[in-house]
């Protein structure tokens, strides 16, 4: 038998941590069941574990009571860490030891896999440098800035590499577990879990859930008036050579400095602001799929689809049909 450690971090004041530990067990002790029913042992030993025996959440009105400490768990297979506070580097200091502990278990072979906001741990103990991760797309400016050494793909749901999962952010954690589940289990425990917990499964992505509102966390004071000229303009095409002459900085220049600033081309940043005012309009509005289009300056149907559905990771259809009630079939 495997065992399975989820791991109970202290110094956290989220509810969302308490719900990433809750949900994994839960989504295990399932998979286990659903193959002792079919003649099988279960696959895992699943066990709680954190520095101490019992943690509180949300200002002590939920505790968490682990069966062991990471102190007596000497070998695991894999280690789920949930969502941890915004406050990280707060939180950490807290948790060296649990950070120890877990560098040394993926040493001596275990697999790590980090729920939302979890991947700020797993960077913080350099096991990410060099590598793709996810996280809460809400974080992703605070986290690139942070861990500069690794790659964050803000747009995927899950990421798998070198024996290290991450995901993207709320309850998405879900679909990382089935994505495990039918990893270590199988492909049809999986779909029975997806079943019954209701998870979708095969998602992918978390693009169409990112509320784009620019990365303003740098100190490039003529980007982020470029950023706000461009946010002010979503109906007009602009140019990085107008905009670069606008704010008297070369061209070649102003394209490094932005990247920097922001990790998108200016040229991007436009894209995404126009993506981001379109989805408004699908969302709260009646208007048509061409009206939006001209809105925000395309007049090419093809070129604005490629743009929002690269956004969003769907059309402008199916967006407007899943998010806007009164223009949903039957309304």
């Keep these: 038998m495997k065992h399975l450690t989820i791991i109970v971090p202290d110094g956290q004041n989220s509810l969302s941590t308490v719900a990433c530990i809750v949900g994994a067990y839960e989504m295990f002790a399932a998979a286990n069941q659903l193959w002792i029913e079919n003649g099988k042992e279960a696959l895992f030993k699943v066990e709680l574990a954190g520095v101490s025996e019992e943690t509180e959440f949300h200002n002590g009105m939920l505790a968490v009571r682990s069966r062991s400490t990471i102190s007596t768990v000497s070998k695991t297979n894999l280690i ?78 899950i990421t798998d590499e070198n024996g290290i999962y991450t995901n993207g952010g709320g309850y998405s954690f879900l679909n990382l577990i089935i994505y495990l589940i039918e990893k270590y289990y199988d492909r049809q425990t999986a779909i ?117 559905r690269k956004s969003t990771g769907m059309s402008p259809l199916e967006y407007k049909s899943k998010y806007n009630k009164e223009t949903a079939p039957g309304y």
């Excluded at 560098?103 to 960077?123: N, P, R």
Aim: charged content about 30%.
């Design 80 to 157: 789920l860490v949930p969502s941890l506070v915004n406050n990280y580097q707060t939180s950490s200091k807290e948790n060296d030891l649990l950070t120890d502990w877990i560098v040394k278990q993926y040493k001596h072979g275990a697999e790590i896999a980090s729920m939302c906001t979890g991947a700020f741990m797993l960077a913080a103990a350099g096991l990410l440098d060099g590598k793709s991760c996810s996280t809460h797309w809400r974080v992703a400016e605070k986290f690139r800035n942070e861990f500069p050494k690794v790659s964050l793909q803000q747009e995927r749901l």
């Design 192 to 308: 029975y879990c997806s079943k019954i917990f209701q998870v979708e499964i095969d998602r992918s992505s978390q693009s169409a859930f990112i509320i784009f509102t620019g990365q303003k966390l740098h100190n490039d004071e003529i980007v982020k008036k470029a950023q706000a000229y461009i946010e002010s303009k979503p109906d007009e095409k602009i140019s990085v050579e107008d905009l670069s002459t606008r704010f008297a900085v070369g061209r070649r220049n102003f394209d490094r400095r932005f990247i920097k600033a922001t990790g998108n081309t200016p040229a991007e940043y436009a894209q995404r602001v126009k993506a981001e005012w379109a989805k408004k309009n699908f969302e709260n509005t009646r208007k048509t799929i061409n009206e939006v289009m001209y809105e925000v300056g395309y007049s090419d149907v093809k070129a604005f689809r490629e743009m929002f």
